[in-house]
DNA sequence: GCCAACGTTGGC
DNA sequence: GCCAACGTTGGC
């Protein structure tokens, strides 16, 4: 039985469309930077399902699903001064952060808008819908995940 | 650009 | 351990 999750992007930074042209459309999920949401990364198993979400795009909305196709390993991000992900309590001797890789499993024909989200029954307790919510990697239930494929016109 | 809702930092 | 100050996220 796999996971299911959440993973949000600024477009500007790294967009559903750049992973669609990434080598073998897969990534390495850096700069994480947030206990909670690197637990969750830590928790990721391969052959977990996760949505693409484009926050601070316009309009926000869950735009595509990935495969986890690596599980969580060192960030090596965050000892790169250079990097913008750079964090100095980070070595690679003692990791703080950690990433995974994902692989595009596909872009929705129609992007699932956050507003288009508010309401739908069975996503009342959903994460991203939460007043404030900021968590950048978060859980989905199944019953969420299904019926949100299921919005997206695709097979649940 | 505004600002609510966080999470982190650091003085005490 | 408390909490004020500060920084960030992200919808609007």
Redesign the pocket.
């Known amino acids: 039985m796999p996971a299911y999750w959440l993973l949000?992007s600024?477009p500007s930074t790294f967009s559903i469309e750049d992973l669609a042209r990434s080598p073998k459309r897969t990534t390495c999920w850096e700069g994480v930077?947030?206990?909670?949401a690197r637990n969750f990364l830590r928790s990721m198993a391969v052959g977990d399902l996760a949505f693409f979400y484009h926050?601070?795009?316009d309009p926000?909305a869950i735009v595509g699903i990935v495969d986890v196709v690596k599980a969580a390993y060192p960030d090596s991000y965050a000892w790169q001064p250079e990097s913008r992900y750079f964090d100095e309590k980070s070595s690679e001797q003692n990791p703080r952060w950690v990433m995974v890789d994902v692989r595009l499993n596909k872009v929705l024909r129609t992007p699932l808008s956050?507003?288009s989200l508010r309401g739908v029954k069975g996503l009342e307790k959903m994460e991203l819908l939460r007043?404030?919510?900021?968590?950048?990697v978060q859980p989905v239930r199944e019953s969420e995940w299904k019926i949100i494929v299921r919005l997206s016109g695709g097979k649940a």
């Open positions: 949000k600024e930077r947030n206990y909670q926050s601070n795009a926000p956050l507003e007043k404030g919510s900021r968590l950048s």
